[in-house]
């Protein structure tokens, strides 16, 4: 396939959070698949509607439309991640929240758009009740992704195939969002589903991780408690979030890259 156009929507996994900073913006995985395609794609655009912190009914309500309306068709890429921010919450629905997620992929597709899919990764490594219950959460969130996805055609990228993606070092400091090194993972192995030049070391696993001593983790661990933690509880005490108030990154079809910022 060919590739006019990449439209990218969802929350700050699409974003970019944590990356490194291009442009003035989080560069992430969305920006870095664009980069590669405007390289092998002549007159390619790309738009990015992602913002942080977005749940699936707010990616419906103010992405969705935006997107469709930007498609020309089967040469225009959507990628469509939106979901976990739903599924972490303590009130979540699934009743309400897969049927929502489903339907926006319909509609996308029906765009006439090639779709793209994430899945959820399941199993981080984490141990405990809540992460035993997000296991579960997800599991049943990444039945609806692979189920609307083959009913549409859709590409779908599955981080829980791959193994090397639940090193937690993928991770940034608030051991959330990932970090440069987990960003180009990602955009390499979409580069790859997307039958593009990737680099195939995606795969590889790292080197086993030195030992740390039980001080330096007690250590980081408080700090990433004040830091990151008691904020984001914080904000959901509040019902507030970390997008609120901000845009995102490229709202229209832009001429990629932006090579005049540079």
């Known amino acids: 396939m060919i590739y006019e156009g990449f439209i990218a929507l969802g929350d700050s996994y699409t974003e970019g959070m944590c990356d490194e900073k291009k442009y ?3 560069r992430g995985w969305a920006d870095r ?3 590669v395609m405007a390289k092998h794609y002549s007159d390619f655009t790309y738009a990015n509607l992602a913002i942080r912190g977005k749940l699936v009914r707010q990616v ?3 992405q969705i439309d935006a997107a469709i309306a930007q498609v020309t068709g089967p040469k225009t890429l959507i990628s469509f991640h939106a979901g976990a921010n739903d599924v972490i919450r303590p009130g979540y629905k699934p009743e309400i929240v897969l049927p929502l997620y489903a339907d926006a992929v319909r509609r996308l597709a029906a765009s006439g758009a090639t779709i793209m899919l994430f899945t959820v990764l399941e199993r981080t490594g984490n141990t405990g009740r809540s992460a035993k219950m997000w296991e579960q959460r997800f599991r049943e969130f990444n039945r609806n992704v692979r189920a609307v996805g083959h009913e549409v055609g859709a ?3 599955d981080a829980n195939e791959e193994i090397a993606f639940s090193d937690r070092r993928f991770l940034a400091f608030d051991r959330l969002h990932l970090n440069s090194m987990g960003h180009d993972r990602v955009a390499q192995a979409v580069l790859e589903l997307l039958e593009l030049p990737f680099d195939a070391s995606w795969r590889d696993l790292l080197p086993p991780a030195k030992p740390q001593p039980q001080i330096m983790r007690a250590i980081v ?3 990433w408690f004040i ?3 008691l904020p984001w509880m914080w904000r959901r005490a509040r019902g507030k979030s970390s997008g609120d108030g901000r845009s995102c990154k490229y709202p229209i079809a832009i001429h990629w890259p932006l090579s005049h910022l540079d």
């Open 60 to 62: 419906v309500d103010k």
């Open 33 to 35: 698949v664009a980069d």
């Open 155 to 157: 590409i779908i990228a």
């Open 227 to 229: 830091t990151f933690a």
């Open 221 to 223: 661990t408080s700090m």
């Open 24 to 26: 003035g913006q989080y």
